[in-house]
């Protein structure tokens, strides 16, 4: 379980405290290190020093320019907040984050990350719009700063206590009840996938005139959290992408960048409807 579980940091300013972080990790047993657009030298005397031998990690670190390249196969993110929105997101707490984690990762596809922002700023609010759920330490509110590295050990922590509580001889696909076939767990979407819907959604809105970009009124801002919350299957958001298609040709439009996934939807869609699936 711990393997799947990816830490990603974005912005950091300090070398020390990429080097503290991946000794968090190594602690409790993490070793899937992400940078985003890190604002230092990765490698650094201070950041293997801090790392106090776990520099491993840190000379294995992805170093990506973007959120999205950092969490594109992730099924579920996580980000790590300490303000209040304007618009509410799903909020956990640490020990609610660890409770979660067997059934997130019952099956071998599925990847989580848990992202933490900049040392002086944290995460934007676009990048907490961009994770499924948020997590909030509860730290004291006289005095709730904490440094980066703390908090990855704090949710470090809950992550192998998660682990530990695991039987140790269950495997990772146990089976559950007998179920039939069509009611067996299908994969969720990942993370780049629900952006190409996003992106495919924002256009059909625009094409039938119920969004227009220059008033947006946090449309797609709720529109993204109502279906994170719901965390959709992998098919059941390739059956949206094909009402969505279809919604565009009914008035008039192009779906445009989605040509691409056309002959994939049609097939679920004709999977969905009991079809024989069409040879492309």
């Avoid at 304007?86 to 992202?115: D, F, H, N, Q, S």
């Avoid at 695991?166 to 559950?176: D, S």
């Avoid at 009402?243 to 989605?258: D, N, P, R, V």
Wanted: glycine share 6%; aromatic share 2%.
């Amino acid at each position: 379980m711990l393997e799947r579980i990816r830490i990603v940091l974005i912005g950091t300013s300090h070398p020390g405290n990429i080097g503290a972080t991946a000794r968090a990790m190594h602690n409790m047993g993490l070793a899937d290190l992400a940078l985003v657009a890190p604002r230092c030298e990765v490698i650094t005397a201070d950041s293997v020093s801090r790392a106090s031998g776990a520099d491993a990690l840190v000379h294995d670190a992805r170093v990506v320019d973007s959120l999205e390249q950092a969490v594109t196969d992730c099924t579920l993110v996580v980000g790590a907040s300490a303000r209040s929105r304007t618009l509410p997101w799903p909020m956990i707490t640490p020990r609610e984050l660890g409770e979660r984690l067997p059934a997130e990762l019952a099956t071998p596809e599925a990847r989580i990350a848990l992202v933490f922002g900049r040392e002086d700023s944290g995460l934007s609010n676009a990048e907490l719009q961009r994770c499924h759920a948020h997590v909030h330490i509860p730290t004291n509110p006289d005095f709730s700063s904490l440094n980066l590295a703390a908090a990855v050990q704090v949710l470090a922590y809950e992550c192998r206590l998660a682990w530990l509580a695991q039987p140790q001889t269950q495997t990772q696909n146990k089976p559950g009840p007998a179920q039939d076939d069509e009611e067996e767990a299908q994969p969720l979407a990942s993370h780049e996938e629900l952006e190409h819907y996003f992106a495919h959604l924002e256009r059909a809105l625009i094409t039938i005139g119920f969004h227009d970009p220059a008033k947006p009124r946090q449309l797609m801002a709720r529109l993204r959290r109502v279906t994170l919350r719901s965390r959709p299957e992998r098919m059941e958001l390739n059956i949206l992408r094909g009402i969505l298609s279809a919604t565009e040709k009914a008035a008039g439009g192009q779906a445009l960048g989605a040509r691409e996934s056309e002959p994939e939807l049609q097939r679920e869609h004709d999977t969905h409807q009991g079809q024989k699936p069409a040879q492309d």
